[in-house]
């Protein structure tokens, strides 16, 4: 139904104008261009199940003041890596879904989530060996002020081996486990999208988007720090800086193009930075309460958590996903 799909809602058919915010528009978009320049790609990142979604319940705006259990919502998404730098990675599942607790009429919402990942490598007699699973909850109280949807929040994430034992080799006579967990407490800021109309019932938009992670619970059960001081034990904060547009669309399809930048600053003898990017491209299928999507997206991973030692990875994957 129209009114149950909250989270990752497509912001190119939002209900209110879109109102500019020149110059928080203009900052965050110079933040995230440079952002890939200044960050070392040699260090630890960690990845984000929800990397591809943008998790705002306000974006829906409603009329009334509001209550408890307003509204739900849920995505998917599942890929087939099309290249990976380390041939470990073949398939790709996600599941994520949220409820808004509370709603303010379009002031204030209180919003919980779950979301789920799945990595599976190509190292069987069916090509499909799931090898790392991925879970993460979400709290969130979003405030809309002056154009743009406020937020703070905690994450829990964790990170768990499947089926590992026979990958790795014996370390100091055990065999190789590893188990992450990266807790933060989140700000974002999410201005209003800017729209254009191109005529001839063709319109587009575009997005900024910026949450920053600061890490309050790190735990790595493989801790190389001896080797290698940037583990996740050191890791600060986490800036993510967004890029979401439609360019073009027409009706009930669109061609969209978003691209995310993750800067990881860490503590490792002095403030030590590195970088993950999502760059990704598609047709986005709108009906009147969900959205469909098929994609091409490239990601770097400075760190890609696949196995006990650190690792970074290029990936060129193609998917689906539903939202």
């Not at 020149?22 to 261009?33: D, N, T």
């Not at 910026?210 to 059960?221: C, N, P, T």
């Amino acid at each position: 139904m129209p009114d149950t799909m909250v989270r990752g809602e497509s912001f190119s058919g939002c209900a209110v104008s879109c109102r500019p915010v020149p110059g928080l528009r203009l900052a965050l978009l110079v933040c995230a261009l440079a952002a890939p320049f200044f960050a070392p790609s040699s260090a630890y990142a960690v990845p984000f199940v929800d990397r591809g979604i943008v998790p705002d319940p306000l974006s829906r705006r409603i009329e009334g003041e509001g209550g408890f259990l307003q509204s739900s919502s849920g995505w998917g998404e599942f890929s087939n890596y099309l290249a990976s730098s380390d041939g470990e990675h073949a398939w790709d599942a996600k599941l994520g879904a949220s409820v808004e607790v509370f709603r303010l009429r379009n002031l204030w919402s209180v919003d919980i989530g779950s979301d789920v990942e799945l990595v599976a490598s190509p190292n069987d007699d069916i090509h499909f060996k799931p090898r790392v699973f991925y879970w993460q909850e979400s709290l969130f109280v979003m405030r809309r002020w002056k154009a743009v949807d406020w937020g703070i929040g905690y994450y829990h994430r964790c990170r768990h081996d499947i089926d590992n034992l026979d990958e790795y080799e014996m370390f100091n006579g055990e065999k190789l486990e590893r188990v992450c967990i990266y807790d933060s407490v989140t700000l974002r800021a999410y201005p209003d999208p800017i729209g254009w109309n191109w005529g001839g019932g063709a319109s587009g938009s575009a997005r900024l988007t910026l949450d920053e992670h600061a890490y309050v619970l790190r735990q790595d059960s493989f801790d190389n720090s001896g080797a290698d001081p940037l583990t996740l034990n050191n890791l600060l904060d986490t800036v993510a800086l967004g890029l979401e547009t439609e360019p073009f669309r027409r009706g009930m399809v669109g061609w969209y193009l978003n691209f995310k930048e993750y800067t990881d600053i860490y503590n490792s003898g002095g403030l030590v930075l590195s970088a993950d990017i999502l760059a990704e491209t598609g047709l986005r299928f709108h009906g009147a309460g969900a959205a469909f999507d098929v994609f091409l997206r490239f990601e770097h991973f400075a760190e890609t958590l696949m196995d006990p030692w650190r690792q970074e990875g290029d990936y060129l994957s193609l998917g689906l996903r539903l939202e």
